[in-house]
């Protein structure tokens, strides 16, 4: 007979953790195996080569299928094409997704999102924090730009989920992002706490349009945007709020699947929530996933602050069972690691038609 999962190897499903190294060494290994972290993400520091990461993606998976509670990882990355794309070659370099809604063309987005997803899948990455469903409509915004799609709802819209498709189609979870949107803010979120000012029917006009399409064709994980609305939430930023992630995002727009957060040491909330607060008020507006990008003490500080919360009662136990119900669902129906199976290289290659045609639609 199966035996439970414990309140820690429950809570250590709720993380997305960062790591340094290019291989299996002990500091991830006690993430894992002490911490039973569920997920991790990639950067830079990460990647030697391809056979180096999917060796280590491989060691990482089966060590974490040998510990309880023998689920595997969710193994992500930011990999957007242009400016954001952690790997570098011989991994693609697509250029920004900005030129999609300069060719408004749903087949060239649905191609786009294939191959990236291809790529990911190619060496066992089976997560990846995209498509940006941010509207680009402030020009002074320092950190989305060319990153969206458009600056038109309409074209966020169909684009969003024609690349949606084409990652469904490779066998890898799409992460949508960053809700409620962030495209209209003036401010990096990194840096400090952006606000939006826009009027509730404006936000549901614009900023929401994206989401809902994707969430009407299968999005099954949102990240958060660490920004403040003032129509909705005068207090909170999105990531902590009740209203915008409760009653917006479950029960107005109809959301099932994981709300993840934004990194949790940007300075938007890290320099304006106590860090005491985090599992608290997450877990109350309806995080099932935390990240936490670079700081492996804060993973352990924030899984412990986790658990003491639960056993407090400041975190009610369904509450933990809902988000780890939601993951471990996901989690089932993730396909089984190929990596190896097909050799980046060719596929890369292979896309390089898709990079001229794409570039031909940015503008000077």
Same mark, same amino acid.
């Given at each position: 007979?199966? $035996?439970?999962?414990?309140? %820690?190897?429950?809570?250590?499903?709720?993380?997305?953790?960062?790591?340094?190294?290019? &291989?299996?060494?002990?500091?991830?290994?006690?993430?894992?195996?002490?911490?039973?972290?569920?997920?991790?993400?990639?950067?830079?520091?990460?990647?030697?080569?391809?056979?180096?990461?999917?060796?280590?993606? @491989?060691?990482?998976?089966?060590?974490?299928? %040998?510990?309880?509670?023998?689920?595997?990882?969710?193994?992500?990355?930011?990999?957007?094409?242009?400016?954001?794309?952690?790997?570098?070659?011989?991994?693609?370099? +697509?250029?920004?997704?900005?030129?999609?809604?300069?060719?408004?063309?749903?087949?060239?987005?649905?191609?786009?999102?294939?191959?990236?997803?291809?790529?990911?899948?190619?060496?066992?990455?089976?997560? &990846?924090?995209?498509?940006?469903?941010?509207?680009?409509?402030?020009?002074?915004?320092?950190?989305?730009?060319?990153?969206?799609? %458009?600056?038109?709802?309409?074209?966020?819209?169909?684009?969003?989920?024609?690349?949606?498709?084409?990652?469904?189609?490779?066998?890898?979870?799409?992460?949508?992002?960053?809700?409620? @949107?962030?495209?209209?803010?003036?401010?990096?979120?990194?840096?400090?706490?952006?606000?939006? *000012?826009?009027? &509730?029917? $404006?936000?549901?006009?614009?900023?929401?349009?994206?989401?809902?399409?994707?969430?009407?064709?299968?999005?099954?994980?949102?990240?958060?945007?660490?920004?403040?609305?003032?129509?909705?939430?005068?207090?909170?930023?999105?990531?902590?709020?009740?209203?915008?992630?409760?009653?917006?995002?479950?029960?107005?727009?109809? +959301?099932?699947?994981?709300?993840?957060?934004? *990194?949790?040491?940007?300075?938007?909330?890290? *320099?304006?929530?106590?860090?005491?607060?985090?599992?608290?008020?997450?877990?109350?507006?309806?995080? &099932?996933?935390?990240?936490?990008?670079? *700081?492996?003490?804060?993973?352990?500080?924030?899984?412990?602050?986790?658990?003491?919360?639960?056993?407090? @009662?400041?975190?009610?136990?369904?509450?933990?069972?809902?988000?780890?119900?939601?993951?471990?669902?996901?989690?089932?129906?993730?396909?089984?690691?190929?990596?190896?199976? $097909?050799?980046?290289? %060719?596929?890369?290659?292979?896309?390089?038609?898709?990079?001229?045609?794409?570039?031909?639609?940015?503008?000077?």
């Amino acid at each position: 007979m199966k $035996t439970p999962p414990s309140l %820690s190897e429950k809570i250590g499903q709720m993380m997305v953790a960062g790591f340094e190294g290019t &291989d299996l060494n002990p500091q991830i290994e006690d993430l894992i195996v002490n911490h039973h972290v569920g997920g991790l993400i990639l950067f830079e520091r990460n990647f030697e080569n391809p056979g180096q990461l999917t060796r280590m993606i @491989g060691d990482l998976q089966k060590l974490a299928l %040998s510990t309880p509670p023998f689920a595997p990882l969710f193994i992500s990355v930011d990999q957007e094409g242009g400016r954001v794309s952690r790997l570098k070659p011989p991994f693609t370099r +697509f250029p920004d997704p900005c030129c999609l809604g300069n060719a408004r063309s749903e087949p060239l987005a649905h191609r786009f999102g294939l191959a990236l997803g291809r790529e990911m899948r190619a060496v066992g990455i089976n997560m &990846d924090y995209a498509p940006v469903l941010d509207i680009n409509t402030n020009p002074e915004n320092p950190i989305i730009g060319k990153r969206a799609f %458009s600056g038109e709802p309409e074209w966020a819209s169909k684009l969003g989920v024609a690349f949606l498709r084409g990652f469904q189609e490779a066998g890898v979870l799409a992460v949508g992002k960053h809700f409620p @949107g962030h495209g209209d803010t003036s401010q990096d979120s990194h840096l400090t706490l952006p606000h939006v *000012d826009r009027d &509730d029917a $404006t936000l549901h006009n614009v900023e929401l349009a994206p989401f809902r399409a994707a969430i009407q064709n299968g999005l099954e994980i949102i990240m958060t945007a660490h920004v403040i609305y003032h129509a909705w939430d005068e207090k909170f930023p999105a990531t902590f709020s009740i209203p915008i992630l409760q009653h917006l995002l479950r029960e107005k727009l109809g +959301f099932k699947g994981l709300i993840i957060s934004d *990194d949790l040491e940007m300075k938007a909330v890290e *320099d304006h929530i106590a860090f005491e607060s985090f599992a608290t008020l997450g877990t109350q507006a309806g995080i &099932d996933l935390f990240l936490f990008c670079h *700081d492996t003490g804060k993973v352990k500080a924030f899984l412990a602050q986790m658990v003491r919360d639960v056993e407090t @009662g400041q975190i009610p136990g369904p509450t933990i069972d809902r988000s780890v119900q939601r993951i471990l669902q996901i989690k089932s129906k993730m396909p089984p690691a190929e990596s190896g199976l $097909t050799d980046l290289v %060719s596929l890369a290659k292979d896309h390089q038609k898709l990079v001229e045609e794409m570039q031909s639609h940015l503008q000077p």
